[in-house]
């Protein structure tokens, strides 16, 4: 029950994210492809990089124990700086679901490491 919990909870702050039809693991893949985004095959994973909005994709395929799963992350801007904002959703079975919270959960843990670096050298560089 938690981690349906947790699934809705995730699927819910990602719905602006999904506006169009990702129903499927397969048409969320092909919405991205369609988008023309340069395109690095790993052998787990599937990484669309999407200069014009700024948004890298991650596909699972059949070897990633998260499979299928999408990773979204976003490189967005604030009055703090930049940072990256994630979003993922698993269209497995609840035996998937452990593997791609703790898949996301690299993600983040990632994305704050780059946030505090980038923080660190902007607080070296002088103040105009």
Not at 7 to 17: F, K, N, V
Not at 67 to 86: C, Q, T
Not at 92 to 113: H, R, S, V
Request: net charge neutral.
């Amino acid at each position: 029950m938690r981690r349906s919990c947790v699934a809705l909870m995730m699927l819910c702050a990602s719905a602006s994210a999904m506006a169009q039809d990702r129903s499927t693991f397969d048409s969320y893949r092909k919405e991205i492809e369609a988008k023309k985004c340069e395109k690095t095959e790993e052998p787990a994973i599937t990484i669309y990089q999407c200069d014009a909005d700024m948004t890298f994709y991650y596909f699972t395929k059949s070897l990633h124990p998260a499979h299928p799963s999408v990773v979204e992350r976003a490189l967005k801007e604030n009055k703090d700086g930049v940072y990256f904002s994630e979003n993922g959703r698993s269209f497995g079975p609840d035996k998937t679901q452990a593997a791609f919270e703790a898949w996301l959960k690299e993600f983040k843990a990632l994305d704050e490491q780059v946030r505090q670096d980038i923080a660190r050298e902007q607080a070296k560089q002088p103040k105009p």
